[in-house]
């Protein structure tokens, strides 16, 4: 099979970074390196995260991204070539496989002995330190990527390497039992309608979805008992502590990005409740406040951050997915309408995920 690849192949690249802009060129065909395979991708989904490395909106990250970067990181398709020092690789040519948002890890360090793939030291993200998923071929370690289930379409699988990982991971750090009430703002977005299905289907929670009212039915197709618009009338925190009993949410999930998101997590928790950390704020970061610390305190309140699963949890995920818990609602673009999507997410009009199919 490695003798019938092509020379050149297609990629979509941030050719001006710091604004939207995405551009179609012709990549040399790499060669994979010890314990490195190819796979021809012929699927990626499109992440809120790409938008953010693209615009160069994450101020935490060490550099800004530089122009040619190729991003994504929810890539699908076969392994067509193996490199040296992989023979003993748990996959081989011909394995559907999955590229996700950490490219590769130490194993070594002691985030990677805990579990925790996203803090590993040395860990690179796919799509920033890394070329990423949009585009036709793509090197990845042999002992990262994930299998792809048999039966499970590659387009519905792509999303699941972060978009569902993301919120499964997130959702099992929530401490929440089943019957309990979950809150997850920004319910009808990439991640957030996939949350509202694994927490609802999945775990059995009581599911209030927060989104724009232009996103209510996806939210609640996706199993939310509740829904509460953020550009409605009413006051979305009352409404949360009236749903739950006057007492407030278990657990709140935050899929989005946005600030005012954050500064209401709180407020709609009951005591010991659990807000779960998702999105990245965009922008400068904002110190903690007192008024927060206080509240934490008397009423026993949790914060924690969570990136995305590790290797187990991915293969857990995609394990819903093939069995029909789970499902991305999603539509599917060509590579050279990357930058228009892009420009509907940044409007907040994006519903669900979009999938890019990469195939000629």
């Known amino acids: 099979m490695a003798s019938e ?13 710091g ?20 796979v021809n991708l012929t699927h990626s989904g499109v992440c809120h995260s790409d938008l953010g490395i693209m615009t160069n909106s994450w101020k935490m990250l060490p550099y800004p991204t530089q122009p040619g970067q190729v991003g994504g990181h929810e890539g699908v398709g076969k392994i067509v070539k193996m490199g040296p020092s992989t023979d003993h690789s748990p996959v081989k040519i011909g394995d559907r496989v999955g590229i996700k948002w950490m490219a590769g890890i130490c194993e070594a360090c002691e985030a990677c002995r805990a579990g925790a793939d996203a803090c590993c030291s040395a860990g690179k993200l796919s799509g920033y330190y890394t070329p990423g998923t949009f585009q036709q071929y793509a090197l990845a370690p042999a002992n990262y990527v994930t299998p792809i289930p048999d ?78 618009s953020v550009d409605g009338s009413d006051n979305v925190v009352e409404t949360v502590k009236k749903l739950t009993g006057g007492l407030g949410a278990h657990a709140v999930i935050v899929c989005t990005a946005n600030n005012r998101a954050y500064d209401q997590s709180v407020e709609m928790l009951r005591f010991r409740g659990r807000v779960v950390c998702v999105g990245v704020p965009e922008g400068e970061p904002v110190p903690i ?10 009423k026993e309140i949790q914060i924690v951050g969570s990136a995305v699963g590790n290797r187990r949890q991915a293969i857990e995920t995609l394990e819903f997915a093939a069995r029909g ?24 009009e994006l519903k669900g995920r979009v999938v890019l199919d990469m195939q000629d």
């Open 151 to 228: 039966g499970l379409d590659s387009a519905d699988a792509a999303p699941m390497l972060c978009a569902g990982l993301t919120v499964y991971s997130a959702l099992r750090k929530a401490n929440a039992e089943s019957g309990q009430w979950i809150v997850i703002s920004g319910a009808g977005g990439g991640l957030g309608h996939l949350a509202c299905q694994f927490s609802a289907r999945g775990m059995a929670h009581r599911v209030i979805g927060i989104d724009h009212s232009s996103k209510k039915d996806i939210v609640l197709e996706s199993g939310a008992e509740h829904f509460i």
């Open 289 to 298: 406040q007192s008024a927060l610390a206080a509240a934490m305190v008397t």
């Open 5 to 17: 690849l092509p020379k050149k192949y297609k990629a979509a690249v941030y050719d001006k970074p």
């Open 325 to 348: 818990i789970v499902k991305v609602h999603f539509r599917t673009e060509k590579m050279d309408k990357l930058t228009e999507v892009f420009e509907e997410m940044h409007r907040g």
């Open 19 to 38: 604004s939207i802009s995405t551009k179609i060129e012709e990549l040399d065909m790499p060669e994979p390196g010890p314990g490195e395979v190819l």
